[in-house]
């Protein structure tokens, strides 16, 4: 396999699928992995950052702890791969070089409010003429128009406005966030979706599209079946973390953490038997009451009464095993069992590792190598890549400008105005 | 924009349950001829999940098969049974992409390997998508959007620090980082063989993408050594940060106050009380000093407001605040929601009108915009017969004797 630990063109590693595509990166958070995802398949991705740098730069953790511009993991992470060039879109000749980037681009990912980069005279209709076949994708709250439209909005409020955060958290407690900026993600991946269809479609009609991604859309997409159980069945899920959804499917303490266990509930499966199985022949004789029939009713497995009686036998099974052992023997016995693991878990996870998942990227500012996650999917002949570190702020901006036919005295003239850094 | 964009791209769909059904609908809902392989042998266990229409079970009647199938055909093949392995090739040699979900070995045992397809499909864009990856001394082991939300981390970075992990309570995987990536590497490779003429094999691990996206936390531990512990709503940039109780039973709300003057305009609203009107919280290191009494404070006067009436008070004073929607809100009572025309309502053959997802985003050429989905899931088998007939080119005769023989069952 390739390793991403050396930069530039490997000789003997083919093109990303995606070589070629021009991509203008202006977005913040919730867009930066949408360019990331372009980015690692071989799109020559530009991240253009106002003159003082992209607001991502201030987002903790920090590497070393180091407060930093140059040390934001968050911003290290979802950049590496792009090229760096500072404009000031607020000012006119920083707008015209973004024109010029803009003719020579294929997609353009900004998430400006609606109707900042049309004040600008840069929204899409004056930008179609400049390139009549640009992708535009434009990633906001609750998307370029509508009542909400201007509405400020957070990751947490996105989560709280889709619909998901209702089904996070414990039933006695406030409902809780998924982790880690999800609402901006998931906007992220649907906007990178988005932007490959119309690139598709481009290629067969040569017609630019603009792509309104609605951040708080994207968050309704993760609620599940809560929509159709209020459609069809008139209920409205609610949040039940703490609890086994079924008996047999929910979390259960081990020796060294917890393990999530999915023996009942699903369809027509063997897991309730194969788990049964292991109980018994493990020595856990009580476990042969779970045998009966009613079992594999899912309104019976819904009761107060079988959740007990389910946490009763495999509670002290679990509590007296790691949560390795459980998983790897649970899944020989083909059972859908997992260990809930740490961000340190993850890192040393023999899968993941046996199939190189983490590789190594360079830290331009400090010279250190920062172990990554790496290709979240493996295509076969257009290897995925990181193709160069994170970019320092306006690291690249001479030579962008160069390639636009900027000479240094205009790049000079230009630095001397403001519009560029 | 009549033509919808992936017009004219076939795809062998294998995919059931969560991820990989999804991952073909955001296909199928942009175009793209989707030909879901199923049979009664073996039924995608969606079809047997709730909510049912009405509330009654059918394996034609499940909202959560519907809404992640919308677009789609359905065909019955039992691939069991040699001649249904033999359509299934001849479904293939006319496809661009096949697309499939299970445990490695699966696709082998019925010859649809990918080693098995470029002998005779050399061209093909192959997407599979086993939990853990096609290789490895784990890569057999088999779960769902919970034990992979467990598996990434995801699951014990989610919750309140003192109880045991919450996750986000659903199968999240499989809802939006495995369908997103899985949709994108296929459409990448789709425009890379339009270049080139060269198919790929795509191998997904179903834990790979929600792990790509915990990248901070997951570079936190190894350039730092620190192993982020679950903190609740709180976040480190912003405070107060976090839900609210409002007036009414189990309603909320969620408030972000990012600087000073989203501060000074939250103790406004609120009512200036003496608990929240200090002059230590004006500052953002003052209100991470005293974050917990001030979510205390903001409770007791939130408790006594409507979500909605809050939000909007916050929304006029530049706030970022957001009532916690729930699935009815969302559906009914979202106005936004019902500006952009999320909720689709299509008529389905078995459970009438049904309520579907239109995909989150709007594609427009600046005066007209794409609006899908437009089909809703079919029944099972619903279009065995037209590919039989169009695709198969078989004749009622050899159609009858199929059915006959159990091949399309």
């Known amino acids: 396999m390739f390793r991403n630990n050396e930069y530039g063109n490997h000789p003997d590693m083919p093109a990303g699928a995606l070589r070629g595509v021009k991509v203008l990166d202006m977005s913040g958070l919730a867009g930066q992995y949408c360019g990331k995802m372009f980015a690692d398949l071989g799109a020559d991705v530009i991240l253009i950052e106002p003159l003082r740098g992209s607001k991502v730069r201030s987002e903790g953790p920090f590497l070393d702890e180091r407060v930093h511009p140059e040390y934001s993991l968050p911003f290290i992470y979802f950049n590496a791969g792009k090229r760096s060039v500072c404009i000031d879109l607020d000012h006119a000749d920083g707008q015209e070089v973004f024109l010029d980037l803009v003719a020579k681009a294929d997609v353009l990912i900004e998430s400006e409010k609606p109707g900042v980069m049309a004040s600008r005279a840069l929204g899409y209709e004056e930008l179609s003429k400049r390139k009549p076949d640009l992708i535009m994708t434009s990633i906001t709250p609750f998307g370029q128009s509508g009542p909400y439209a201007q509405y400020e909005c957070s990751d947490l409020v996105a989560l709280a406005m889709g619909g998901f955060l209702s089904l996070g958290g414990y039933p006695d407690s406030q409902p809780i966030a998924a982790y880690g900026n999800q609402a901006y993600l998931a906007a992220s991946q649907f906007a990178a979706v988005a932007s490959m269809i119309a690139l598709l479609s481009a290629a067969d009609e040569c017609r630019g599209t603009h792509i309104d991604v609605s951040i708080q859309e994207c968050v309704v997409m993760a609620m599940e079946n809560a ?10 899920r609610k949040r039940d973390a703490g609890v086994q959804r079924l008996a047999g499917m929910g979390v259960f303490k081990c020796v060294d953490g917890e393990v999530y266990l999915m023996a009942g509930g699903i369809s027509s499966s063997r897991f309730w038997e194969n788990t049964v199985n292991w109980l018994v022949e493990s020595g856990i004789d009580a476990a042969n009451v779970l045998r009966d029939s009613k079992w594999q009713n899912q309104d019976f497995l819904a009761t107060v009464e079988a959740k007990a009686t389910f946490a009763e036998i495999f509670g002290p099974f679990a509590r007296s095993r790691t949560k390795d052992t459980l998983y790897h023997e649970g899944q020989s016995r083909r059972i859908p069992i997992c260990p809930i693991n740490t961000t340190k878990d993850v890192l040393e996870n023999r899968q993941l590792n046996h199939r190189g998942f983490f590789v190594e990227l360079l830290h331009q500012e400090s010279g250190k190598s920062l172990t990554v996650p790496g290709a979240p999917y493996q295509l076969a002949k257009t290897p995925w890549r990181i193709a160069r570190p994170s970019p320092k702020t306006g690291q690249h901006t001479s030579e962008i400008l160069a390639e636009l036919g900027y000479d240094s005295a205009a790049q000079r003239a230009l630095i001397k105005t403001g519009a560029i850094a | 924009m009549k033509k919808l964009p992936l017009t004219g791209i076939r795809v062998a769909d294998f995919t059931w349950i969560g991820a990989g059904s999804f991952t073909t609908k955001l296909l199928a809902d942009f175009g793209a001829e989707v030909i879901k392989i199923e049979s009664i042998e073996r039924l995608d266990p969606l079809r047997g999940s709730r909510p049912y229409k009405d509330g009654i079970p059918g394996i034609n009647r499940s909202g959560y098969f519907s809404d992640r199938n919308s677009s789609k055909q359905s065909i019955r093949l039992n691939l069991k049974h040699s001649k249904g392995q033999a359509l299934a090739r001849r479904l293939i040699e006319t496809s661009d992409v096949v697309a499939n979900n299970f445990t490695p070995g699966i696709m082998e045992k019925f010859g649809l390997g990918y080693d098995d397809v470029i002998k005779f499909k050399s061209n093909i864009i192959y997407l599979s998508m086993s939990m853990q990856g096609s290789k490895g001394p784990d890569h057999d082991y088999l779960g769902f959007g919970f034990t992979i939300g467990a598996l990434t981390g995801l699951q014990a970075l989610s919750g309140l620090p003192d109880r045991e992990p919450a996750g986000t309570g659903t199968n999240f995987p499989d809802h939006i980082p495995n369908p997103c990536h899985a949709a994108f590497a296929t459409l990448a490779a789709l ?26 936390a997951m570079l936190d531990y190894s350039a730092n050594g620190n192993v982020i512990h679950r903190q609740g709503n709180r976040d480190s940039s912003a405070t107060p940060h976090g839900v609210y109780p409002c007036d009414g039973d189990d309603r909320w709300i969620a408030i972000s106050v990012m600087d000073n003057d989203a501060w000074s305009a939250l103790v406004d609203v609120l009512g200036r009380p003496d608990s929240l009107a200090k002059n230590v919280y004006r500052t953002a290191k003052g209100r991470q000093q005293h974050w917990e009494d001030i979510d205390k404070a903001i409770g007791a006067q939130s408790r006594q407001r409507s979500a909605e009436e809050l939000m909007q008070a916050l929304q006029h004073r530049g706030v970022a605040a957001g009532a916690v929607r729930d699935a009815q809100d969302v559906m009914r009572s979202d106005e936004q929601l019902s500006y952009r025309k999320h909720w689709v309502p299509l008529q389905h053959p078995e459970m009438g009108e049904a309520i579907y997802n239109a995909p989150p985003f709007r594609l427009s050429n600046g005066s007209a915009t794409i609006e899908t989905p437009r089909v ?34």
Do not use: M, S, W
């Open chain 1, 227 to 236: 929509i159709q159980f209020y459609d069809l069945e008139g209920t409205v």
């Open chain 2, 191 to 216: 425009k890379y063989r339009r270049e080139t003429g060269c198919g790929q094999y795509i191998d997904v691990a179903q834990t790979e993408p929600t792990i790509a996206l915990l990248g901070p």
């Open chain 2, 376 to 409: 809703p899931a079919p029944l099972l088998g619903q279009h065995t017969d037209e590919v039989c007939r169009n695709i198969f080119e078989l004749t009622d005769d050899e159609i009858a004797q199929l059915t006959a023989e159990g091949v399309l069952k």
